[in-house]
């Protein structure tokens, strides 16, 4: 005989399991990703959170770490652009005061000249001006066929990059020096993930152990990292391992419209249990997302799947 499922208990407002006097728990701090109508919805993310950006090539991941980066640092310069980050939105925020990008393999002079190809207006000179650029790529091509002048800074006053040297343990030992050399309340964007995964002599428990590292590092000074990840260059199990080792995931994707016969891109919040916890159900689909030379990355509707 079915008998009837009993009733979910549910915490009152306000309350907890022990009565006492007390202070309540302090709102968690919050960062806004730059994206409005995203940061609106979700109230932007938990500050000290290691993101993945991982989807198909082109789908939007790199727009949107360029996207925020450059928003966030409008905002430095003019504090009353975070109405046009959050809209409505309630809460206690912080802002990261400038943006940390490693590079595994590219040079300074290829990410700025690829952001000036891709968009107009203010955004290439808020992203140089505000851009700490941190190049790996003598360590990510040591002990490689690559000759060493070819990832070399000849002219480390002119190039406007710092050069990590080589450390013994390779390119994942540079990354983690890098960064653990950073300042805090900064956002960090590590491009790319998809680098090391398919470097030779980088194995998949050291990336991972690397990861939770980071993971547990990133709560002491807050801001915000990206992880940058191109979709089925590892294994479904050391992606899925990836997924696990980070505090969030954005997928991005190319999908066909029910209504047109083009392509568009889409992001899903694959995994984020701070935000999907307080999203309401009828969020918790894909956003369709637009990326543009004048407005950069922009969410334009919501779908349910």
Known sequence: MATESPRPFVLPVGGSRTAGPGPAPAAPVRVPTGVPDFDYLTGGLPA??????FGSAGAGHQEFAFTSAVRLMGRVEDPSLHRVFLGRAKGTFTYPESVAYLSTSRSRDQILGEVRAAFDGAYPGLFEEHLEFLDLSPAYFADTVVPASWSSQPNRLLSGAAVVNLPADGPLRAVAEAIDGL???QLVILDSLTDLLVRRGVEAPDLLALLKG??????????LVYLVLTEGVAPPAVEQAVLDSVDGALHFSWVASPSHSHRQRAMLIEKFLPVLSRLPAEYLGRFVIQVSARSGLVTTQYERV
């Open 183 to 185: 300042d805090a309340n």
């Open 48 to 53: 000290g959170s290691v993101v993945l950006l």
């Open 214 to 223: 980071l993971r547990r590092h990133a709560k002491e000074w807050g801001g």
